[in-house]
């Protein structure tokens, strides 16, 4: 059965203070590993797509990065619009692509 | 920019009463999918579809659910007799079936049994 594991559950950051949201999974064949944000009441909003180890994406102040076990969200010096809940899901080889997502990081931006 | 869109953006109904959720995927999307999210846990499959059937289901998925795209552009989700345990997000969403996997999803469907 495919898992995902995310930590911490929930972190607090200053405006302007780095730090890195992590994703633990296991699954039969990775396809592919989604970061979504989902801000309160609302759909997941897709971010990046990983499909192999050593891949990374970069969008704004966000990178993902993914190695065999577990991807990595590094927020640079965050702001408060960027808090929200970080969700990340693996999609499997052999299935109808769906998702399997994991409980989510619920960051929060002080300004 | 295409988006998924969802109809009604919140649903009050009486348990054991039947509603229908609706979904317009992204026009040239070949996967449609409904998702659910019950308040304070993770977002759960429930069934995906594709070439007009369901190419796969979750264990959520039993007999009460059934799914349908009755045009070219609706794709709904039904729940024959809900019950208490149904209250959550319904997330439709679509993939285009080329290229890269991502799913976009619409802005959900909240369903309050009561």
């Known amino acids: 059965e495919d898992q995902v594991t995310q930590s911490p559950e929930a972190l607090r950051l200053q405006e302007g203070e780095s730090s890195s949201l992590n994703c633990s999974y296991t699954?039969?064949?990775?396809?592919?590993l989604f970061w979504y944000r989902q801000d309160p009441g609302k759909g997941p909003e897709f971010l990046f797509t990983?499909?192999?180890a050593g891949e990374e994406k970069e969008k704004e102040r966000l990178k993902a990065t993914l190695t065999k076990k577990e991807s990595f969200l590094h927020i640079t010096a965050p702001k408060p619009e960027d808090s929200a809940t970080y969700l990340c899901?693996?999609?499997?080889?052999?299935?109808?692509?769906?998702?399997?997502f994991g409980s989510g990081t619920q960051l929060t931006v002080l300004p | 920019e295409p988006e998924v869109t969802q109809t009604p953006s919140h649903q009050v109904t009486q348990m054991g009463q039947e509603v229908i959720l609706r979904c317009v995927p992204i026009?040239?999307?070949?996967?449609f999918y409904w998702y659910r999210q019950i308040l304070g846990q993770k977002v759960e499959f429930l069934v995906s579809?594709?070439?007009?059937?369901?190419?796969?289901k979750s264990e959520i998925f039993d007999d009460q659910f059934s799914v349908e795209r009755p045009d070219g552009s609706n794709f709904t989700l039904k729940i024959r007799s809900t019950k208490l345990e149904d209250s959550a997000m319904y997330f439709c969403?679509?993939?285009?079936?080329?290229?890269?996997?991502?799913?976009?999803f619409g802005p959900g469907t909240r369903l309050t049994v009561t």
């Open positions: 899901a693996v999609q499997a080889y052999g299935s109808a692509r769906q998702l399997t």
């Open positions: 699954v039969s064949g990775l396809r592919g």
């Open positions: 990983l499909y192999s």
């Open positions: 026009s040239n999307h070949l996967y």
């Open positions: 579809f594709y070439n007009n059937e369901i190419s796969e």
């Open positions: 969403a679509s993939f285009s079936g080329t290229g890269s996997y991502e799913q976009y």
